[in-house]
Structure formats: structure tokens, C-alpha cells
């Protein structure tokens, strides 16, 4: 299955700071709503950590959003637009740290 591809995909690169989704979709060859889809339940069992980068006149920041977007206010700019907003994921510490512990032990079978 598709999804399982995705899955063994941030195995792989559980290491990088943020990934993109177009990222994983462009590396696997899949369509970009079904890997965002993927990543997004991943994201809600606690896999990963979905933050936004935003972009704007050259400038860029990782943000977080825990409430109403419309609210942000970065540096000076009061206003947001959705437009100037990518999503962003990495995989989160205790996935991470789950992961590698299974490699350690999977090596000693």
C-alpha cells in the first residue's frame, strides 16, 4: 500500500529538521493530497509535528498554530495571508527516539 511507503519514507528521514510535503511526494512518486492526508493522521497520533513556514518579501519563519490563524501577528506584520503560509513536518522526539531504539534492538536479533 501506498500509505506504507509514506510511513517507511519518514523512517528515513526522521532526521531532518522540517520536511515539505511536496518532499515526500515528489521522492515516492504519489499524489500530493493522499501523502498530506498521510502525514496529517501521523500527525494526530503523535508521529510527527506539523508547524507552518511562513514566506513572505524573501523573509521566512517556522511558526507554530495553536489557534485561530488570523490572529499572528510576526514581527511587524499584522496580517497574514493564508497564502504566505506552507505547512511543514518533522518527525516528533519520542517517534524518533522509538525508532532508533528498535533499529538497536532489531540489530542484536
Do not use: A
Not at 510535503?21 to 492526508?37: A, G, I, K, Q
Not at 523573509?59 to 507554530?64: A, H, M, N
Amino acid at each position: 500500500m501506498d500509505i506504507w511507503k509514506i510511513d517507511d519514507c519518514i523512517k528515513d528521514i526522521r532526521d531532518l529538521d522540517y520536511f515539505y510535503p511536496t518532499t515526500v511526494s515528489t521522492y515516492l512518486n504519489l499524489d500530493l493530497e493522499m501523502v498530506f492526508r498521510r502525514l496529517m493522521e501521523l500527525t494526530l497520533d503523535g508521529r510527527l509535528v506539523m508547524k507552518f513556514e511562513w514566506r513572505s518579501n524573501g523573509d521566512s519563519r517556522v511558526i507554530e498554530v495553536d489557534r485561530d490563524i488570523n490572529q499572528f501577528e510576526i514581527r511587524g506584520h499584522k496580517e497574514i495571508s493564508l497564502d504566505e503560509l506552507y505547512p511543514i513536518f518533522k518527525v516528533s522526539s519520542e517517534y524518533k527516539e522509538f525508532l532508533n531504539k528498535k533499529e538497536r534492538l532489531d540489530g542484536k536479533l
